[in-house]
């Protein structure tokens, strides 16, 4: 399930820490959501500009939908990893 990084951090707070990770392509996402659902781990998911240059935008997005509808336990959230103010524009 997506959500916030707002929402992960209140309830991680004094709790937990949470892993945040970058991924470039499906067998990423997917050792990711896999291990992050093993050991019931929140986490967050980090697109960088390399990334989204290297994979395209639209794969990205498809990639985390497809995973997110594989492991619907898994909660999670996205975030732009290092963007100038245009690549923010674009997300």
């Known amino acids: 399930m997506i959500v916030t990084t707002a929402q992960l951090f209140k309830h991680a707070y004094g709790q937990y ?11 990423q996402a997917m050792g990711l959501f896999r291990g992050c659902l093993q050991s019931q781990a929140p986490f967050i998911i980090q697109i960088s500009k390399g990334a989204r240059k290297y994979t395209d ?8 939908r497809a995973a997110d509808s594989i492991f619907p336990d898994s909660i999670f959230a996205v975030h732009l990893d290092h ?9």
């Not at 820490?17 to 067998?27: H, R």
């Not at 639209?58 to 990639?63: C, N, P, S, V, Y």
């Open 17 to 27: 820490a949470l892993g945040a990770y970058n991924i470039n392509n499906a067998e």
């Open 57 to 64: 935008k639209k794969m990205l997005e498809a990639i985390i």
């Open 83 to 91: 963007g100038d103010e245009e690549t923010c524009y674009d997300c």
